[in-house]
C-alpha cells in the first residue's frame, strides 16, 4: 500500500503554517502565508491549495495522506470541529472541521492551537512524558495549555486556559483597562506579539521623534533586538510585561501544581530576557517546586502537536472499526 503521510497546520493570527510530515515525524516540505491577506478570500482555500502543492513537489500521491490537523485560535468544540469565536480571522460558529474535509478530501481534526501546541511538546518536545503539564504560549496573544493527569482539560465551555484575561493589575480590576485590539484581555495587552510592539510604538509616538511611517514598521522583533543593542525604552516595555506575565504564571501554578511549565510561542524564542526572571518568581511564591522551560520545539510545538493530534484521533478511529 506504500507509505502513508500527514499534513500539520497551524493557524495563527499573524501567519499560516503546514509542514507534510512522515509517520515518525520527519518534516518532508513546509509551507507559510500571512493570515490577515486571506482573511476575506479564504484561509482554508488558499491552506488546501499549498498543502496539495507540498504533495506534488514531493511526488506524493495525496492518496498516500492518511489524515489532516488543524490546530486554530479561538474557542473550538473539537468532537464537532466548530469554532465558535475567532476574532482574528472572522470565525464565528465556523465549522471548520466540515469546510476542511471538503477541501482536503481526507479525514481533518482540530484543535485549539495552544491545545496542539501542549501535544507538541509532550509527544515531541520538552514535556516529554509527563502526565500534569502547563504550556503558556506567548505568540500574536497568549493563551495557556493544560495537561491534568495525562489528558487535555477544556473547560465546561471549551474555554480554558484563556490566560490572555488574567488580570494582573488592581486598576484593570476597578475599570481602567482599555485593550489593545478588539477581544484581546489583560495579559495580552500586556506581554505577547501585538502587545509589546504597540506600547513601543505608542511611547515613540509620545516621544515625537519618529514619523507614523517609521512606526508602522516596528515589530516585536524588532524591539527585542533594540533591548538587546541597549534601548532604554525597549528594555522598559519588556520588563514590565515580563512582570505580568510573571504573575500569571505564577497564579497558574500555584492553582494547578504541574510537573512542568512550558513557555512556547514565537515570543519565547526571545526567552533569555525572561526565563530566569520567571523561575525566581515561581521559586518565591509557589510552595511546591516546579519546572520551568522554554517550549523544545520552539515555534513549531503547535504543527507537531497537529501531527499528535492526526496520529492520536486516527488511531482511536481505527480502534474503533472507523478507520
Known amino acids: 500500500m506504500g507509505e502513508k503521510y500527514y499534513i500539520g ?11 507534510l510530515f512522515t509517520p515518525d515525524g520527519m518534516i518532508l516540505a513546509g509551507r ?15 491552506l488546501a491549495k499549498q498543502t ?6 514531493k ?4 492518496e498516500s495522506i492518511v489524515a489532516a490537523g488543524i490546530g486554530a485560535p479561538g474557542v473550538i468544540d473539537p468532537a464537532k470541529g466548530i469554532v465558535f469565536n ?15 474535509e471538503a477541501l482536503f478530501g481526507v479525514p481533518v481534526y482540530v484543535d485549539n492551537d495552544v491545545n496542539t501546541g501542549l501535544l507538541g511538546e509532550v509527544y515531541y518536545g520538552a514535556a ?26 477544556r473547560g465546561a465551555h471549551w474555554a480554558s ?15 481602567g483597562f482599555t485593550p489593545i485590539r478588539e477581544g484581546y484581555g489583560f495579559l495580552s495587552s500586556k506581554m505577547g506579539g501585538v502587545a509589546i510592539a504597540h506600547h513601543y510604538r505608542e511611547a515613540k509616538r509620545l516621544e515625537g521623534d519618529s514619523s507614523e511611517e517609521q512606526l508602522k514598521t516596528i515589530s516585536t522583533t524588532d524591539v527585542f533586538r533594540l533591548a538587546d543593542e541597549g534601548d532604554k525604552l525597549a528594555k522598559g516595555i519588556i520588563r514590565e510585561g515580563i512582570v505580568h506575565m ?32 520567571i523561575r525566581s518568581m515561581l521559586e518565591e511564591f509557589v510552595p511546591c517546586p516546579t519546572e520551568l522551560v522554554l517550549a523544545g520545539l520552539e515555534d513549531q510545538s503547535a504543527i507537531y502537536g497537529a501531527l499528535a493530534l492526526c496520529q492520536l484521533m486516527h488511531k482511536e478511529e481505527v480502534k474503533a472499526g472507523k478507520g
Open 86 to 100: 475567532a476574532p482574528n480571522l472572522k470565525w464565528k460558529d465556523y465549522q471548520l472541521k466540515q469546510e476542511a
Open 9 to 19: 497546520v497551524d493557524i495563527g493570527g499573524t501567519n499560516v503554517e503546514s509542514a
Open 32 to 46: 507559510e502565508f500571512h493570515t490577515q491577506e486571506f482573511v476575506e478570500s479564504g484561509v482554508l482555500e488558499e
Open 246 to 277: 510573571g504573575m500569571a504564571i505564577v497564579n497558574a501554578a500555584a492553582l494547578l501544581n504541574p510537573q512542568i511549565i512550558v513557555l512556547g510561542g514565537g515570543v519565547a524564542l526571545s526567552g533569555k530576557w525572561f526565563i530566569g526572571k
Open 128 to 153: 516529554k512524558g509527563k502526565e500534569n503539564v502547563l504550556l503558556f504560549m506567548i505568540g500574536t496573544s497568549i493563551g495557556a495549555g493544560m495537561l491534568v493527569n495525562g489528558e487535555i482539560y
Open 161 to 175: 486556559g484563556e490566560v490572555g484575561h488574567m488580570i494582573s493589575d488592581p486598576e484593570a480590576a476597578s475599570g
Open 52 to 57: 496539495k502543492e507540498m504533495a506534488e513537489e
Open 59 to 62: 511526488n506524493i500521491p495525496w
